[in-house]
């Protein structure tokens, strides 16, 4: 029997870095990282096998792949103490693409799914943070409707300057929960006249829509284009990786951030990145607030009055420090990485081989192999 979903967590996982073909790049290494007994949030990975069933079988799935993905979050919800759907005590989940070559036109980011009128009131009171229920749910109505329901984000993004103009706020962390409660009905508003129906409550469906919508962005004109430009075959298919949520907006002992282990401009051995406090990840790449430096010395350099991560989370910036240097040493590589900070624990999202200018290549082949990470022959093979 074909198996069609891999799971992972607390230290292991049915998936390896080898499998990408099958998982995915993302999930392929998600894999790989909850292997080494890296902090992983707990999560699955369903196929690009089934990927590539939707489309051989008039975009239907496996009979089999529900009760795969139920006793797949059970597992996410036995290691995390909640359960999807629950109104009490609600698990969340992102949902990302995750094709074995990375390409634009995919579907992006889904975070917070399982949030509607009910759970973000549970996920307020067992936070003690109203705001942050709050906050969390307007971001997944943005990015749901924009990614899966086809209502683009510049709607609520209208409607958030709108908000913030009459009310006199600059910053979108200048909102108070009631702001925040109030900003929810405006967008659900939003999407009924837009679409004719309201946002989607019931977490099940939240969640085939959201794979249904990976599945889609496979087909889509811009991926179609892509791969025949880069001569990707069709049958390829993607992967969806499905994790358990945690939280970079839980105030100031959280954050998110990407980095590289080595600068990719120079190819100095040095972190180099960037993060935000009390953000979720899509804030650091939609330019709406600065980001602050990783290390202190990159912040003195750039002339920053902002902390770095160095600075205000001391703890979560030494493991990830350590984790940087696990995973380069395991990979052989330098590695381009995303983090999350929940409440001072540092969670990793993501690895993999981090791109590079033609002059960092070269450096970093050379001090690889001087490290003994990599042979002079291998350092020799990896500069053009």
Request: hydrophobic residues 40%; glycine residues 10%; charged residues 25%.
């Amino acid at each position: 029997m074909t198996k069609w979903v891999y799971s992972f967590g607390d230290g292991k996982a049915e998936g390896k870095a080898e499998m990408r073909n099958l998982l995915g790049g993302k999930g392929a290494n998600l894999a790989e990282m909850a292997n080494l007994g890296l902090p992983v949030p707990p999560g699955f990975t369903i196929t690009s096998e089934v990927c590539t069933y939707y489309y051989a079988h008039g975009e239907t799935y496996p009979a089999e792949l529900k009760g795969d993905v139920e006793l797949a979050l059970a597992q996410i919800g036995a290691l995390t103490g909640k359960s999807f759907g629950d109104p009490a005590n609600p698990l969340l989940v992102s949902v990302r693409s995750g094709a074995r070559a990375s390409m634009p036109g995919m579907m992006d980011t889904v975070l917070n799914l399982g949030l509607n009128d009910g759970t973000v009131e549970a996920v307020a009171e067992l936070a003690g943070d109203r705001r942050f229920a709050y906050d969390s749910y307007r971001r997944f109505i943005t990015m749901y409707s924009d990614v899966v329901l086809g209502v683009d984000h510049h709607h609520f993004e209208e409607i958030l300057e709108a908000f913030k103009l009459q009310h006199g706020h600059t910053l979108d962390t200048d909102l108070s929960a009631d702001d925040w409660a109030e900003l929810v009905g405006k967008y659900k508003a939003k999407v009924l006249a837009e679409l004719g129906k309201p946002f989607p409550q019931e977490p099940h469906a939240q969640l085939w829509g959201a794979i249904g919508a990976v599945f889609g962005s496979w087909m889509n004109q811009r991926a179609i284009t892509y791969r025949r430009l880069h001569s990707i075959p069709e049958s390829w298919g993607t992967a969806v990786n499905v994790q358990a949520m945690v939280f970079g907006n839980m105030g100031e002992t959280s954050a998110t951030g990407v980095a590289f282990t080595r600068n990719p401009s120079t190819g100095e051995h040095a972190l180099y990145g960037e993060f935000l406090v009390n953000a979720q990840g899509e804030d650091v790449v939609a330019g709406i607030r600065t980001p602050q430096d990783l290390t202190e010395k990159a912040r003195k350099e750039a002339g920053s009055d902002k902390p770095s991560m160095e600075a205000a989370l001391p703890e979560a910036f030494r493991e990830f420090e350590r984790i940087s240097n696990v995973l380069e040493n395991h990979y052989r590589d330098m590695q381009d990485l995303e983090f999350t900070v929940e409440k001072g624990k540092l969670w990793m999202l993501q690895t993999r081989s981090g791109k590079r200018t033609a002059k960092a290549a070269l450096r970093i082949a050379v001090e690889l192999a001087a490290e003994g990470r990599i042979t002079q022959e291998e350092a020799v093979a990896r500069v053009d």
